[in-house]
Structures are given as C-alpha cells and as structure tokens.
C-alpha cells in the first residue's frame, strides 16, 4: 500500500505564487510517474502536470509558463511551483503517482487533494 500526503494549498492574492508538495510512502519498487491534478467546483478533474520516471514533462496549455513541476526521487516528493496565479487555477489540487510495488502491477494511487483559492 502507498499513501501520498499533499501540502502547500492555501489562499493567495492573484499574481501571487504557491508551491505545493506531495510525499509517497509505503511500498515503492518505482514511481513511473508523478502527475498533479486539479478540480474545480462543477468541472472535472483537469490534467495540471505530469513527470514521468524518465524525466519527460507535459503542462497543461492553461499553466504553461507560470506553473512549473519538480521532484525528488530520493524523498519520493513531487512539487507544484505555481506563480503568477489566477483566479480560474482555484481547485483543489490532486497529486497521483503510477506506482510499482511489490507483487503489485503498476497502480494509480491518489492523494486526498489540498485546496488553492486564488482572490481577485
């Protein structure tokens, strides 16, 4: 079993900057990848960014060049850097791993989600 913990949401200004966190712990052989979601009230979950184990990374047209996606492999962490924040990027915020465990074909495994609301 994998758990992921998401942390950094909050409320900010818009133009502001927010960076989110999400840990993995747990029985990991590898993470293929590590994908940030979002969903705002009364829309559907919305691919933000994506990084795969190979380094391969994929944004969302609406985040391009103020969001930006990290990791950590030795901490098992993937990181949302979000700038220049606008209202529309309100949602509550989903990091999913794809995840190889032992004696477990590759899973997707979801965090709880954290919220940003970004004020006008």
């Known amino acids: 079993q994998v758990q992921l913990v998401e942390s950094g949401g909050g409320l900010v200004q818009a133009g502001g900057s927010l960076r989110l966190s999400c840990a993995a712990s747990g029985s990991i052989l590898r993470i293929n990848a590590m994908v940030w979601y979002r969903q705002a009230p009364g829309k559907q979950r919305e691919l933000v960014a994506r990084?795969?184990?190979?380094?391969?990374?994929t944004y969302a047209d609406s985040v391009k060049g103020r969001f930006t996606i990290s990791r950590d492999n030795g901490k098992n962490t993937v990181f949302l850097q979000m700038n220049g924040l606008k209202p529309e990027d309100t949602a509550v915020y989903y990091c999913?791993?794809?995840?190889?465990?032992?004696?477990?074909?590759?899973?997707?495994?979801w965090g709880r989600g954290t919220q940003v609301t970004v004020s006008s």
């Open positions: 999913n791993y794809n995840v190889l465990s032992p004696g477990r074909g590759p899973y997707d495994y």
């Open positions: 990084i795969t184990s190979g380094g391969t990374i």
